[in-house]
């Protein structure tokens, strides 16, 4: 079946920092690889999506390549803000490169980002 | 409103008591998902549904009973609650084509 491992965390880091949060994944076929938000409070948001290898997917200065060589999605962000601070999880879907299929999650990883 | 919403936002219940948790959307997105949040294991699926009257079971269905009679609404019943469903729980609605949208959750607590 499918699954999702995330880099255990919480991460803490100083504002400005580089930030990476890695996910890796085993999955048949090819999968669709997500990462999601959760602010404070709040439900899940799509953060940025790729649907094949090799796809960078990209948003708010968040980045992940898909590597199906090494089959993972690594989060990355060149310089973190306070307002990133939140939790940020890896999913993935077999729905053919969209998420109306079910998705499988990683455990999640807290940011917490200081001033 | 618009968007998809949850009610109640936070329950307090006992242990052997019926709990509806209600998910609407204004979307009319075909496809509806419940998902429970629990620390050390991220978001898992209780149960789907591809439209109204059809539902199918996730991952974790026990001691869960869902029905869609509308294509709005997908509730979610806890025919007797047990503490280790105290949980977030997470209603989320997408269509074809589209990402999944998340309600805010409800926060549900068993004594």
């Known amino acids: 079946g499918n699954s999702v491992t995330q880099m255990e965390g919480p991460v803490t880091l100083s504002e400005e920092a580089f930030l990476t949060i890695n996910c890796t994944y085993t999955?048949?076929?090819?999968?669709?690889l997500f990462w999601y938000v959760q602010y404070p409070g709040e439900g899940l948001q799509l953060l940025l999506k790729?649907?094949?290898?090799?796809d960078k997917g990209s948003n708010k200065g968040f980045e992940a390549t898909y590597r199906k060589e090494t089959t993972s999605f690594h989060l990355e962000k060149g310089s973190v803000q306070v307002s990133d601070s939140a939790v940020y999880f890896c999913a993935l879907s077999n729905a053919g490169g969209t998420s109306y299929g079910k998705l499988t999650f990683g455990q999640g990883t807290i940011l917490t980002v200081h001033p | 409103d618009a968007g998809i919403t949850q009610s109640p936002r936070y329950k307090i219940t006992e242990t052997g008591r019926q709990v509806t948790l209600m998910c609407h959307q204004t979307w009319s997105h075909s496809y509806m998902f419940w998902y429970r949040q629990d620390l050390g294991h991220g978001l898992r699926l209780i149960y789907y549904?591809?439209?109204?009257?059809?539902?199918d079971k996730g991952e974790v269905p026990d001691g869960y009973v869902v029905s869609r009679s509308k294509t709005e609404n997908f509730p979610l019943t806890l025919e007797s609650a047990t503490r280790s469903q105290t949980s977030v729980y997470f209603c989320a609605s997408s269509d074809p084509r589209t990402e999944q949208y998340f309600g805010p959750g409800t926060r549900l607590t068993v004594t």
């Open positions: 999955a048949t076929g090819y999968p669709s």
């Open positions: 790729a649907t094949k290898a090799d």
């Open positions: 549904s591809a439209a109204a009257d059809i539902t």
